[in-house]
């Protein structure tokens, strides 16, 4: 178990580009999202599971492309880890929103 | 915008970012920072040792200063005056921040004055931003206006947590 808690940030890397090519193969490069708020868990209930959430809030995924794009626009210059949260929601919408994809 | 190639490239400078930054030798509080990023306004803090800082909090004095981190910053030493000079001052008065702290911290105010401004527009017309229709065809007005407020929450939250993360690291967590 101890192992599998470890992330090593060069093969996340690899992996990332990997499940993203095979995305752009079977999708295309642009790829239109349908769907907009979603329910976000804050990191103090996330991980507990001994306790039903209850602070859910509403983010939205056209907001956190925006900032993207904007780190983008920038190439990260202003960058934070909460761009990592931001970038998981849209990884994981496409995730949601395209079960067959490959 | 070819969205995957953006995803990826997005990714690859976020995780760059991960692999861990440069530090360098200890930076003046006040001198650094203000040259750097502008946090206090020229001739007020900068301009001050921390024996004079120390004298300017205990006379309940707060400088003028230009931003919420630059204030986050002086409220640190503030507190640091109480307790001996901890946390982002070393006793010596020498900040213990780090270049990639500090850059940090910069971008931790950035994302707070965007998401402010973020909250500004939704609060000014929700509507503007329901591209969608789960505003304009919710059920009833209370569920219309149940979602507005937990998208407020949910920006209120976010500019909150990079508060905490400025603080967290002034703090030297």
Redesign the interface.
């Known amino acids: 178990m101890g192992n599998n808690m470890k992330v090593n ?1 060069d093969e ?2 690899t992996i ?2 990997l499940l ?1 090519d095979k ?2 193969e079977s999708k ?4 239109v999202l349908n ?3 979603y329910w ?1 868990i ?1 990191d103090n209930e996330l991980y507990n599971p001994n306790k039903k959430p209850e602070g ?5 995924l ?2 956190d492309l925006d ?6 626009q920038s ?2 210059e ?7 949260k931001k ?1 998981s929601e ?2 994981k919408a496409l995730s949601h929103e395209n079960p067959i994809a490959f | ?19 861990g930054a440069a530090t360098i030798p200890r930076v003046n509080a006040f001198s650094g920072v203000s040259s750097q990023w502008g946090w206090f306004t020229k001739g007020t803090v900068q301009a001050l040792s921390p024996s004079e800082l120390a004298d300017f909090a205990a006379e309940g004095i707060t400088p003028s200063i230009t931003n919420a981190a630059g204030k986050a910053a002086y409220m640190g030493v503030v507190d640091d005056v109480a307790g001996g000079l901890g946390g982002a001052l070393g006793a010596d008065g020498i900040s213990k921040l780090t270049k990639s702290q500090l850059k ?1 911290i ?3 105010e ?2 707070i004055a ?1 998401h402010q401004s ?1 909250l500004a527009d939704y609060i000014n017309d929700p509507m503007k ?1 329901d ?2 229709g ?1 505003l304009l065809n919710a059920p009833n007005d209370a569920i219309r206006q149940k ?1 507005i407020e ?2 407020i ?2 920006l209120n ?2 500019i909150q ?2 508060q905490q ?1 400025i603080q967290k690291i002034l703090n030297g967590q």
């Open positions: 940030v996340i890397r990332l580009n993203l995305l752009k295309g490069n642009i790829i769907n907009d708020y976000n804050w859910l809030t509403l983010g939205q056209s907001s900032d993207l794009n904007m780190l983008y190439q990260a202003d960058a934070t880890i909460y761009d990592l970038m849209i990884l | 915008m070819k969205k995957t190639f953006f995803i990826l490239y997005i990714l690859n400078l976020l995780l760059v970012s991960c692999s940090s910069s971008s931790l950035k994302q965007k973020k931003f591209n969608q789960h979602i937990t998208r929450n949910h939250i976010e947590t990079f993360n």
